[in-house]
């Protein structure tokens, strides 16, 4: 197994068409190139697991105005540039695939950017992708050579609402 820390494939829609933007570059570079210097370690694993930082949502209606400064996925000289809600076209489910990423976390400060319209069509393009994930009460139960792992997600804020919610969680499992 390979764990994954934040993928953060998302930034403002309004820099989507930035020469420097995150796109342009998917664009220009082809979909796996966020992960092109990790493609090789990927693929020789079993499965690799990554959180995904992002809502993958086609147009920006529903972004959160209000949310604090977050890091983001921009490319300029100096590294990266800060904004207010990470959103990724759908598409890039392909890039996971591409790259030998075979589950996502969702359970995280970023899913909610978008809403729950943006929640709902994050989780309708992993579907749609075949891509399994977890997080927020969605499990998932990965099989290799006759051993079973379970995956779950939940963050601090969710937990701190409600304790029971990873009892909950291994109960499903």
């Known amino acids: 197994l390979t764990l994954g820390g934040d993928a953060v494939l998302g930034t403002r829609e309004y820099w989507w068409n ?7 570059y998917l664009n220009q570079y082809g979909m796996a190139y ?4 990790l493609q090789s370690l990927f693929a020789h694993d079993d499965m690799t697991f990554i959180n ?8 920006g209606k529903g ?3 209000r949310k604090g400064i977050v890091w983001v996925a921009r490319r300029i ?3 990266y540039v800060s904004a207010h809600a990470n959103q990724a076209r759908s598409e890039l489910t392909e890039a996971l695939w591409q790259v030998s990423i075979e ?11 978008y809403g ?8 309708q ?12 009460g969605y499990t998932y139960v990965w099989e290799k050579n006759g051993h079973k792992i379970g995956f779950a997600g939940c963050r601090e804020t969710t937990y701190k609402n409600d304790e029971f919610v990873i009892a909950r969680d291994i109960n499903r499992l």
Do not use: W
Not at 125 to 136: E, K, N, R, V
């Open 52 to 59: 995904l930082e992002c809502a993958l949502k086609d147009d």
């Open 103 to 113: 589950q996502v976390n969702i359970a995280n400060n970023h899913h909610g950017d």
């Open 63 to 65: 972004g959160n105005a």
């Open 34 to 37: 966020p992960f092109s210097g």
């Open 125 to 136: 393009a992993l579907i749609d992708a075949g891509m399994p994930f977890s997080g927020y």
């Open 18 to 24: 930035d020469p420097d933007s995150l796109p342009t």
């Open 116 to 123: 729950t319209a943006g929640e709902e069509s994050t989780r």
């Open 77 to 79: 000289p100096d590294g």
